[in-house]
């Protein structure tokens, strides 16, 4: 409620996206989407929200280079680059969207361990689109070398945070390498959990 008025989902969405303009920018809208409603969605900008069934839990370990990177940045930067070179650009945005449709795919029908390659596939186009750091870069190598099922940078890149899906079994092996490769804060979740395990 705002000042003893009751506001549904979708305005506080919609005021949380405000807010978010105000400090990146340009934002995507997923991080107020995602908090608003309180679970994982598929999100296609300018189209209808659609929330994620989690058919089977998984494991996810967050990892934070500790190094801060503007959204409205890289947004500006990936946006010149599109203008500079729009067929590459375009050949990109589609091969991720491509890939973020089998993901959404994958762990609404419970096959959670196929998502490792799409982020492994995902991250190099995200190189490939100059939003990766060096930090990223040694911290998805790291977790992949150490039996992750994938890794990827997450959010705008250039620093921040990158994910890693791995077995139940094996996190706290692969959060311990992602720290002697540099992360300064890790976090083991499971999606899907009745209670988020964190």
């Known amino acids: 409620a705002f000042l003893g008025t009751p506001l549904d989902d979708e305005h506080v969405n919609k005021l949380s ?4 303009k105000i400090h990146h920018g340009t934002p995507s809208g997923i991080d ?12 296609l900008r300018h189209q209808s929200i659609e929330t994620i069934n989690i058919a089977k839990p998984f494991t996810i370990i967050i990892a934070d280079t500790g190094i801060p990177s503007p959204t409205a940045l ?7 680059a599109w203008q500079n070179n729009v067929a590459q650009f375009e050949r990109l945005f ?8 089998t993901a959404y795919q994958a762990i609404e029908n419970g096959y959670p361990e196929r998502l490792g390659p799409l982020m ?10 100059g939003v990766s750091s060096p930090e990223l870069d040694r911290l998805v190598a790291a977790a992949n070398a150490d039996g992750a099922v994938g890794a990827k940078l997450s959010g705008s890149g250039r620093g921040g945070n990158m994910i890693v899906l791995t077995g139940p079994d ?3 092996a692969i959060s311990q390498s992602l720290h ?3 992360a300064v804060r890790t ?7 009745q209670e988020p395990l964190i």
């Open 17 to 20: 996206y405000n807010v978010e």
């Open 32 to 43: 107020n989407t995602v908090i608003t409603y309180g679970k994982p969605v598929y999100f």
């Open 74 to 80: 890289a947004v500006n930067d990936v946006h010149e």
């Open 94 to 101: 589609s091969a991720i969207g491509s890939l973020t449709k």
């Open 120 to 129: 492994n596939e995902n991250h190099e186009l995200l190189v490939e689109m």
């Open 170 to 172: 094996n996190s706290d």
């Open 180 to 182: 002697q490769a540099g």
């Open 187 to 193: 976090i083991i979740t499971t999606i899907g959990a």
